[in-house]
């Protein structure tokens, strides 16, 4: 099996699942020579999905979901164009029509917009994400109101996304429509991927497609990094905020002919600065030091379509008290210390082609390689992992009958695990062969119809994977979405939970199934215009329902954290409203409000999920001048009170802090101020502003190596205010 995995790697060398975007060029001739149009607007027949083109006249748009494959671009001042796409990429020549009178016709991409897609897909774009510092992709939802991001780890101070109230491993994390953070990159697999290198982020709540497979269960998160043929020649940015955390990212990008496109993209992340604000001890941040590099490739030519990347990278993060002697590699019996060391390496790609023919059809293949070795210590206990990942998809698609899309495809998966810590050994070899199929139904472009179910095979048991997505378009501006599908997954309980490691808790693994669930829910999205303004009102209901999951359980024994199948039924409710309005042409605002109730159910005693807020509302306000060199943005987020775990008595006994059955309800402030010139940009930022901060989070920090010592009691910020500054240089 491993020989027919290798092999068949090689044979798809740079793959795609299938033509899901066009690039294109628009031009126009003068003398004889081409000369790029910028700003020229391209976009689907009666649709609202729509790109522009940049200084070199490129453009990138999505073809997902797109049935009439005509193409609309327009500039004013130029005769339109209507094409018919049978390619990937194409170019575009476009005339002076000397007879228009002035008439301006504006287009602007939203910072954040919902697609038109029939799976409602929430759109961010490098305008949004430049709204804050954005390091890296767990620093990216900060304007989001879907995304909520939490802390695993008060020591280490780990990561993870929540989507519909539930863990990150429920929500399906992409690069690209590849899984490369899975396993045991889940843990830290938020840093590894560099704002910078970030184009887009796709987030899309429920089952979504079968294509991508069965783990999107809550949600899926699709990361579209930078497009080399229409990035900058050069770009450069900095960051440093006042604890001495720097960071470098430096891209070139080059155009090689026609057809041939690369990209280098370098990362330098760096914290090394003590410091223990609330005296327990134990540094605040870990020390951390992340370095990475990606080289993409894409070639597009006559209906073929391939990108390749190679990602390598090392992180070293260290942690614990502040007289420990941080530069030993081994522990110390005096002073309380963790340390990992992270390599990593991730080949990937996609290839596609569209077969020239009357009728639109493509093929492609998408793979992916990853490597992921770690080692360290937490305190006393030395810790190894290994983690070996093989993926590759293949996918046919077609139109036929009338008004239908087909997608017919398979994929497999292998994955290696091998963990241990302490004494404690944990394997797992996975491989999970599959088939899927879906339709898509277009109806007069009022209704779309996804319908889909995949098969996959795993450990000797076959799992049947259903899913319907349904789109109504009540007026051009207001649509209906609905969807229902079930899901599955294997759980990495360490990867997952990774303040067991710190703490001195005896750690109990039963015999774990799959985690299984459904998920159905509706939206309504509405577009208007008051006051000539442009607006949008939203409301989500979304519940998941597991028949199985896996539930650490803290509170049986205090001294333990056992892992173990779900007994009885578990729920996590979702109700999200939002709106947004230009409130002037220069200032947006934003209001989200979110009601999340997870919870477990065994006979008639419900159990709410600890540290969930039931309650939260996110506030953005966004300023840009009119001449666009001066933005600002301000964001208010409200978070209500979180149930929290029961303790040994031994803490409520001998610790200074006041423990309660509930948290307290906080807000948090964050603000930047961006200048912008030719080739610069300049931004100064505060996030936190009051300084709101959960003091007590290690338990037992005066006696570390006591059985009490925990790290995974976090319900609010460990980082007070903090003051950062940075620059953006872009060569076009």
Request: net charge positive; hydrophobic share 35%; charged share 20%.
């Amino acid at each position: 099996m491993k020989r027919f995995i290798f092999i068949l790697s090689i044979l798809f060398q740079g793959i795609l699942l299938q033509a899901q975007s066009i690039s294109g060029n628009v031009f126009e001739r003068i003398d004889g020579k081409k000369i790029p149009i910028e700003g020229a607007v391209a976009s689907w027949i009666g649709t609202t999905q729509a790109a522009s083109s940049n200084s070199n006249g490129n453009f990138k748009l999505t073809a997902t979901g797109i049935t009439d494959k005509r193409l609309v671009v327009t500039f004013v001042g130029y005769t339109p164009d209507t094409l018919t796409i049978t390619t990937n990429a194409i170019k575009v020549e476009l005339k002076a029509n000397n007879t228009l009178k002035t008439v301006e016709v504006p287009w602007e991409r939203e910072a954040t917009m919902i697609s038109a897609r029939t799976l409602k897909t929430e759109i961010i774009g490098d305008k949004e994400l430049k709204k804050a510092a954005c390091c890296n992709l767990g620093e990216s939802f900060t304007t989001n109101a879907t995304v909520d991001i939490s802390v695993k780890d008060a020591v280490f101070g780990s990561k993870e996304i929540q989507v519909l109230g539930l863990a990150g491993a429920y929500t399906q994390l992409l690069t690209e429509n590849t899984p490369l953070i899975t396993g045991l990159g889940q843990t830290y697999g938020l840093n590894y991927i560099p704002g910078t290198q970030i184009s887009t982020i796709n987030i899309v709540k429920g089952p979504g497609s079968v294509i991508f497979g069965p783990e999107s269960m809550s949600g899926l998160i699709d990361v579209e990094l930078k497009d080399p043929t229409i990035s900058d020649k050069w770009f450069v940015n900095g960051y440093f905020d006042e604890f001495a955390r720097k960071e470098l990212n430096v891209d070139k990008a080059w155009k090689l002919g026609d057809s041939w496109s690369t990209l280098v993209s370098t990362h330098v992340d760096h914290y090394a600065q003590a410091s223990d604000r609330n005296r327990d001890k134990f540094i605040d941040m870990p020390f951390l030091t992340t370095l990475s590099a990606l080289n993409k490739w894409k070639y597009s030519s006559r209906g073929l379509f391939s990108q390749n990347s190679v990602k390598v990278l090392r992180e070293e993060r260290a942690a614990g008290q502040g007289d420990f002697d941080f530069t030993r590699n081994d522990a110390d019996i005096f002073a309380y210390g963790q340390k990992l060391k992270t390599n990593r390496i991730e080949v990937y790609g996609r290839t596609g082609y569209v077969i020239p023919t009357a009728r639109y059809q493509s093929i492609g293949v998408l793979y992916s390689l990853v490597t992921h070795e770690q080692d360290g210590f937490y305190g006393l206990r030395s810790y190894t992992g290994t983690d070996r990942s093989a993926y590759i998809r293949a996918l046919y698609n077609t139109e036929w009958a009338q008004n239908n899309s087909l997608n017919i495809g398979v994929s497999f998966r292998a994955q290696q695990i091998a963990e241990r810590y302490d004494t404690l050994t944990i394997s797992k070899n996975e491989q999970m062969p599959g088939a899927f199929i879906e339709n898509t139904y277009t109806l007069k472009s009022k209704v779309t119809l996804i319908t889909g179910i995949r098969a996959d095979k795993l450990n000797d048991q076959t799992f049947i994977t259903p899913r319907a997505n349904i789109k109504y378009s009540i007026t051009e501006f207001t649509a209906v979405r609905g969807s229902i599908g079930s899901g599955f997954r294997t759980s990495n309980v360490l990867a997952e939970n990774p303040a067991i490691l710190s703490s001195n808790k005896k750690i109990v693994i039963g015999k774990l199934a799959p985690e299984q669930s459904l998920n159905y829910g509706v939206n309504l999205v509405h577009e208007f215009k008051l006051d000539y303004r442009k607006g949008s009102f939203g409301v989500d209901v979304y519940r998941t329902v597991f028949s199985n999951k896996i539930i650490p359980d803290y509170e049986t024994d205090f001294q333990a954290v056992i892992f173990k199948n779900l007994i009885g039924k578990s729920y996590a409710d979702n109700i999200q409203i939002e709106a947004a309005w230009k409130v002037l042409k220069q200032i947006e605002l934003k209001l989200a409000y979110k009601y999340l109730d997870v919870y477990t159910l065994l006979g008639d005693t419900k159990t709410r999920q600890p540290y969930i807020a039931k309650h939260r509302t996110l506030s953005t306000l966004f300023y840009e001048s009119l001449n666009r060199k001066w933005s600002a943005n301000f964001v208010w987020q409200w978070l209500g009170e979180k149930r929290l775990p029961k303790l040994d008595p031994y803490h409520t006994a001998h610790e200074k802090a006041k423990f309660s059955d509930f948290s307290m309800s906080y807000s948090q402030f964050n603000t930047q101020l961006t200048r912008k010139f030719k080739k610069w940009e300049f931004y100064v930022g505060m996030e936190n502003i009051f300084d709101f901060r959960q003091t007590t989070h290690v338990l037992s920090a005066d006696n570390p190596y006591s059985r009490y010592f925990d790290t995974s009691y976090v319900w609010g910020p460990l980082d007070g205010r903090k003051i950062y500054t940075g620059f953006r240089y872009a060569l076009k």
